[in-house]
Every structure is written in C-alpha cells, then in structure tokens.
Nanobody, 124 residues
Framework: QVQLVESGGGLVQAGGSLRLSCAAS????????MGWFRQAPGKEREFVAA????????YYVDSVKGRFTISRDNAKNTVYLQMNSLKPEDTAVYYC?????????????????WGQGTQVTVSS
C-alpha cells in the first residue's frame, strides 16, 4: 500500500502564490508518474500537471502553463506544485496521485493511489 499526504493549500489573493507538497510513503519502490488533479464544486476532477519519476519529464494542462511548475524530490518521495499568478478560476480541491505501472498521465483512471486533497481558494 501507498499513502499520499498533501499539504500547502490555503487562501490567497489573485496574483499570489502557493506551493503544494505531496509525500508518498509505504510501498514507494515503484513510481512511474505522479500527478496533480483538481476538482472545483460541481465539476469533474481534471488533470493539472504530471511528472515522470524517472527522467523528470513534465506535462501541464494548457490553462496552467507558464504559471505552475511541478517538481519532485526522489529521495524524499515527494512531489511539489508551485503555483504562481493564481486566478480565481484555480480555486479547487487539489489532489496528488501516484501511478505505479505507466499509462496516460492525463486520465484519473491511470492512477493507483490518491491523496485526501487540499483546498486552494483564490479570492478576486
């Protein structure tokens, strides 16, 4: 089993920044991709960013490109999401997810484990 614990959410004004962290523990010897998703009230969970654990390739949804940066610390089994120039439409619960076997980083069904989520609220 793998446990994912997110931290770093909060309330910020538009234009501000937040840094989310997600620490993985347990059977972490096999990580293919870690990703961040978000879910706003009344909407489906959507892909935000992902990083391949080996090699570090990164992927972003168009709406966050140039504003968000995903990174990892392999030694700590931790993934980060640096969010700059935040907008009210970024308001959502943010979830990190872990994929052990490989697959399309874009789909929620690819991921085997999920964190509990952390609330990000951006005020205008």
């Amino acid at each position: 089993q793998v446990q994912l614990v997110e931290s770093g959410g909060g309330l910020v004004q538009a234009g501000g920044s937040l840094r989310l962290s997600c620490a993985a523990s347990g059977r972490t010897f096999s990580i293919y991709t870690m990703g961040w998703f978000r879910q706003a009230p009344g909407k489906e969970r959507e892909f935000v960013a992902a990083i391949r654990w080996s090699g570090g390739s990164t992927y972003y949804v168009d709406s966050v490109k140039g504003r968000f940066t995903i990174s990892r610390d392999n030694a700590k089994n931790t993934v980060y999401l640096q969010m700059n120039s935040l907008k009210p439409e970024d308001t959502a619960v943010y979830y990190c997810a872990l994929d052990r076997y490989g697959g399309s980083y874009y789909y929620t069904s690819t991921y085997d484990y999920w964190g509990q989520g952390t609330q990000v609220t951006v005020s205008s």
